[in-house]
Nanobody, 123 residues
Framework: QVQLVESGGGLVQAGGSLRLSCAAS????????MAWFRQAPGKEREFVAR????????YYADSVKGRFTVSRDNAKNAAYLQMNSLKYDDTAVYYC????????????????WGKGTLVTVSS
């Protein structure tokens, strides 16, 4: 099992920045990728960014490309999401997720989830 805990959410004005953190614990050696998703009120959960744990390859949703950066610190078993030029539409609960190869995945292609951290962008 892998446990994930997000932090760093809060209230920020449009145009501002926030950095989210995701601390992983447990069987972290099994993780092949970590990702960030978000869910705005009344909307479906959506993909934001993904990072392969070994090679460091990154992927972004078009809506955040050029504004958000996902990174990792393997030594700390942590992943980060740097969010710049925030927009009102970025308001959502942000979730960290992890993928463990060999296990069945959910509809989002992940195995483990944190409880989320709320990001509110004021216009």
């Amino acid at each position: 099992q892998v446990q994930l805990v997000e932090s760093g959410g809060g209230l920020v004005q449009a145009g501002g920045s926030l950095r989210l953190s995701c601390a992983a614990s447990g069987r972290t050696f099994t993780i092949s990728a970590m990702a960030w998703f978000r869910q705005a009120p009344g909307k479906e959960r959506e993909f934001v960014a993904r990072l392969s744990w070994g090679g460091g390859s990154t992927y972004y949703a078009d809506s955040v490309k050029g504004r958000f950066t996902v990174s990792r610190d393997n030594a700390k078993n942590a992943a980060y999401l740097q969010m710049n030029s925030l927009k009102y539409d970025d308001t959502a609960v942000y979730y960290c997720a992890a993928r463990e190869p060999g296990l069945g995945v959910d509809r989002y292609g992940m195995n483990y989830w944190g409880k989320g951290t709320l990001v509110t962008v004021s216009s």
